[in-house]
């Protein structure tokens, strides 16, 4: 395998998995961030985000010499042949998607391009982004021939970004230049994985469509369910047998409170305007986005509902804060939005997560119905009802007859449908999820 110089520019997920990851197979990457102390912390293998696996091997590449960081981009990028840019691309109100961090990563390496420099976007862009970027380099003096700009979507969960780096389904690379397309498939050859060449907008697509894709699984499957509350079906036997259909595929079928996260709604959100702009309106992704918003609603309204029935119970213990388990993030998350439901109802809210609580703490600063326990059984001890909206293993796993007799009133409500109905109706709940009977 040829040995690349890489530089990683930002360090958010996206870039630190990367770039630790190329280090692990054998290549030289510097890690840039404008963020000093982000950059004096990794330093340190201090790691920012959750991410099971990641502190260890970020340990280990810079031991070996093969990772470090930086804030000087222009130095980094003087230092490296292959540079990935992995910063972030938000999205601003109308869903349309903020590309100024990119734009001005361009520009700021534009000054050190000092001899010819292969460009991968890792970032999700728009369809079109990597075109409009050569612009960017070239209205910043980059001569012709100095650079070229391939497209390289990422695929990565949190929480087993890690894992999913080195078992991925694809790698996909498009690349308008050919060489340049086989150099990012030899880069990555020690993964072993599938790579599909692409042009570049194609490319760019694959990663909204898969997205987009998989969101709309999840909105399908859980208005399913909620069709199954009204005929006394069970969902979790309907996805399984659905399932079984490999043209559908068992994953992704999991009904509940919907998805969250800092990819799902942001990508929807970004696919629907990419239509959007170009005249077409894309129905079936504006109902899945909407559907993902009822879906919390209608669970919130739930809560109230089943407390009313149980005697008017007014405080809850919400387990589970994260948009799923392992990882800290917040973003989009659903209990954020149930919570706010709940306590705009007058409901007290006695919240826990397993790793995600303090940043829930600073996230939603104070307020006088809502209080964070960092014990599971505090959380639930003097509630009413416990609410599971994060199916972390710790509140899988705990003992539910502790749980039972901690509870004011036995009203268990499961917005993840992790727990066996059977199980929790034999420890005298009232057991309450998603589609099930
Ligand atoms: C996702 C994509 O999977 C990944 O390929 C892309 O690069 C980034 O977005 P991530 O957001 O980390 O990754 O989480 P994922 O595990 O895909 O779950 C997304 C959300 O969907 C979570 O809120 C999860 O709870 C929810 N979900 C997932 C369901 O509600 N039901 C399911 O069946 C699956």
Redesign the pocket.
Known sequence: MRRENIAVIGTGYVGLVSGTCFAEIGHQAIAVDRDQSKIERLRQADIPIYEPGLEALVRSNMEAGRLSFTSELQEAVRRSDILFLAVGTPSMPGGEVDLSYLESAFRQLAAAVDRYKLIVIKSTVPVGTAAMAEGWLREEGVEEGRFDIVSNP??????SAIHDTFHSDRIVIGAEDQQAAERIAALHAPLQAPVLFTDRASAELIKYA??AF?AAK?SF?NEMANVCEKVGADIALVAQGMGMDKRIGSH???A?I???????PKDTKAQLRIAEDVDYDFKILRSVIEVNALQRERFADRIIQELTEAGGGKAVAVMGLA??PNTDDLRDAPALDIIEALTTSGVQVRAYDPVALEKASAHMGRHELVTFHADPYEAVAGADAMVITTEWEAVKSLDFGEVARLLSQRLLIDGRNCLEPAAMAELGFRYVSVGRA
């Open positions: 990422e695929f990565l969960r949190e929480g898969s997205n998989l999840i499957i992704f079928l999991q509940g919907g998805y969250g996260g800092s990819c799902f948009f799923k």
